[in-house]
């Protein structure tokens, strides 16, 4: 039974913009589940919607991470040349942050919220059924929906097929349009790839550089307490080195929440990217296959001629799917893109000014002082 959140955040948005989008979702509430078998994360998904093919207008379920990774295989496979959004990896690198922890769980709880949103806001995934019975469905429902899927052979037989038209090389009537997105996705994949490991790097030393700091400030108020006569400096250095201390903590939120998702998010979209154009690829191959076939065995040419022309549309349609998708994908990587790299700039600013006028101001007071005690000296 469908059950009413109280989201004051999803019903502000709901009441206030009913004409631009008619469903939202939210991911949070995580819960932890430890079984004599495993241990694993639930989260609450609340969806509020105002589509007429849902029976009601609020629901309340709980998914876990492989619910999660069922809808991503079940939209694959409807719609295998579209570019379905990533999720974040089952697994984690080891001296990253511990499983189950409070961070990894709040990052993996961000990442399936976007995930889930931008299916929604995707104009043919939002309407896919797979995805309504994930919002919807109650943990039994969606188990036994589940077992609805395709059978072992199935799978077997699609993998075999995928992989006999990967092993034939090369297409050969590839549009030029494809071969362009593929040598940009080339390049796009060895470029984020290589920002996401800077990225990391950066944000390690920067945690390396706080840790040592926390340290440092300390040490000059110990002192100051043997050394009377420049007391008041030795507290004035520690107390800019704590507030440079809370700032650089700052910095490295904006970066472990804004910078450091987003890059890698497009680092699993650009794998994404090249298995979507491989299944393309795969369309266009069994065409050609066919067309080959037609010309050495004209005595079946009326067989192979409806082969041929279903096979033409299915190439038609995925090449369709793929150049709409592609353009929608390639305008919000660049949004979000210009986005991310526009907040850094803007907080290594304020970061950098918050600093600089911590210890100008701590000159300006030495300066002072140091003007004081010239002044009494002078004194007969």
């Not at 949070?28 to 589940?33: I, K």
């Not at 409070?102 to 043919?124: M, Q, S």
Request: glycine share 4%; with cysteine; aromatic share 10%.
């Amino acid at each position: 039974m469908p059950i009413s959140p109280s989201s004051m955040i999803n019903q502000y948005k709901f009441e206030d913009e009913p004409e631009l989008r008619d469903l939202f979702i939210t991911v949070d509430d995580p819960e932890s589940h430890i079984t004599a078998i495993e241990t694993f994360i639930t989260y609450r998904v609340v969806t509020k919607t105002s589509r007429g093919e849902f029976d009601s207008s609020e629901y309340e379920v709980r998914r876990r991470y492989q619910d999660f990774l069922w809808l991503k295989n079940k939209l694959e496979a409807a719609h295998p040349t579209l570019i379905i959004p990533p999720l974040p990896e089952k697994f984690i690198m080891k001296g990253m942050v511990e499983r189950f922890s409070d961070e990894f769980i709040e990052t993996r709880r961000k990442a399936l919220h976007k995930f889930l949103n931008r299916i929604a806001d995707h104009p043919t995934l939002t309407f896919n059924e797979d995805f309504k019975i994930f919002l919807t469905a109650q943990a039994w429902e969606l188990s036994s929906h589940k077992k609805q899927g395709p059978g072992l052979l199935s799978r077997m037989g699609q993998t075999v097929r995928a992989v006999a038209s990967s092993v034939r090389g090369g297409v050969k009537n590839r549009p030029e349009t494809f071969t362009e997105m593929n040598d940009y996705m080339e390049t796009f994949s060895q470029k984020i790839n290589v920002l996401d490991k800077i990225a990391h790097r950066i944000y390690k030393e920067e945690r390396e550089y706080f840790n040592e700091m926390k340290e440092y400030g300390p040490i000059h108020t110990l002192w100051s307490a043997s050394e009377e006569d420049i007391a008041d400096s030795l507290k004035g250095v520690a107390s800019c080195i704590d507030k440079c201390c809370k700032a650089t903590e700052k910095r490295m939120a904006g970066l472990s929440e804004n910078l450091l998702p987003i890059l890698h998010e497009y680092v699993l979209y650009s794998e994404i990217l090249m298995g979507v154009l491989k299944r393309r690829d795969q369309i266009q191959g069994e065409l050609d296959s066919k067309v080959d076939a037609l010309a050495n065995k004209k005595p079946e040419k009326d067989l192979f001629s409806e082969e041929i022309g279903k096979l033409e549309d299915k190439v038609e349609c995925a090449n369709n799917a793929l150049k709409a998708d592609w353009d929608r994908w390639k305008q919000n990587m660049q949004c979000d893109m210009r986005s991310t790299f526009t907040n850094v700039a803007e907080n290594n600013l304020r970061y950098y000014e918050e600093c600089l006028a911590t210890w100008e101001s701590f000159l300006a007071s030495q300066t002072v002082d140091l003007h004081v005690e010239e002044d009494s000296e002078d004194k007969p």
